[in-house]
């Protein structure tokens, strides 16, 4: 994928963990917006964090995103069994090839 | 009741034609910008087409140029897929969802409700 996202990560309950999301300057270095969704077992995506870093109505606030030059993060901390999920960041790409929206590869939350 | 419902899906031969429906209800269907989006069996997320909110601008994953065409009828509330010369590649659940904000140009929006998805299952 166009943007990096680590397969797997993990962490205990209560604990804080993170997954990054990497482009470049044709996609989120350019400015575009980072999107962040959640996609528990045999659900449809749900959209998490939007603009980069804003949480829609009943997010809970253990989630924050962040978003720095080529990159974007995912906070999660205060991990509760029920974060265990597929998670997804989202931008768009533009360049002289033509423009699209791009969804990372997902990264698999473990919670031990 | 918000909600976006998917339909159409079902099992085809590679070279077929199938077309998915995405019927949206309990919000102002006008003025949305809708995208469609697979998953392959085990796979992750890909974006596949964008229709703007007044249906003059779509865009396509590079894959999909040329063989998926996506369409909307505002009186019916709905939003469509049609997908030509399907091939193997094209197996998936397929998603329906529709951007957070009115009034956007195609830009990469926020994705703020999906349909439960279909299922395109193409083989011999």
């Known amino acids: 994928s166009v943007l990096t996202q680590p397969p797997s990560v993990s962490g205990a309950p209560g604990q804080r963990v993170t997954i990054s999301c990497t482009g470049s300057s044709s996609n989120i270095g350019a400015g575009y917006d980072v999107h962040w969704y959640q996609q528990l077992p045999g659900t449809a995506p749900k959209l998490l964090i939007y603009g980069n870093n804003n949480r829609p109505s009943g997010v809970p606030d253990r989630f924050r995103g962040s978003k720095s030059g080529t990159s974007a993060s995912l906070a999660i901390t205060g991990l509760q069994a029920e974060d265990e999920a597929d998670y997804y960041c989202?931008?768009?790409?533009?360049?002289?090839?033509?423009?699209?929206?791009?969804f990372g590869g997902g990264t698999k939350l473990t919670v031990l | 009741q918000v909600q976006l419902v998917e339909s159409g899906g079902g099992v085809v031969q590679p070279g077929r034609s199938l077309r998915l429906s995405c019927a949206a209800s309990g919000f102002s269907f006008v003025g949305y910008g809708f995208h469609w989006v697979r998953q392959a069996p085990g796979k992750g997320l890909e974006w596949v087409a964008v229709i703007s909110y007044d249906g003059k601008n779509k865009n396509y994953e590079v894959s999909v140029k040329g063989r998926f065409t996506i369409s909307r009828d505002n009186s019916q509330k709905t939003v469509y897929l049609e997908m030509n010369n399907l091939g193997l590649g094209d197996t998936a659940v397929y998603y329906c969802t529709k951007d957070l904000n009115q009034w956007q140009p195609i830009r990469g929006n926020a994705l703020n409700l999906w349909g439960h998805g279909t299922r395109v299952t193409v083989s011999s």
């Open positions: 989202q931008s768009y790409d533009s360049s002289l090839s033509g423009s699209r929206v791009l």
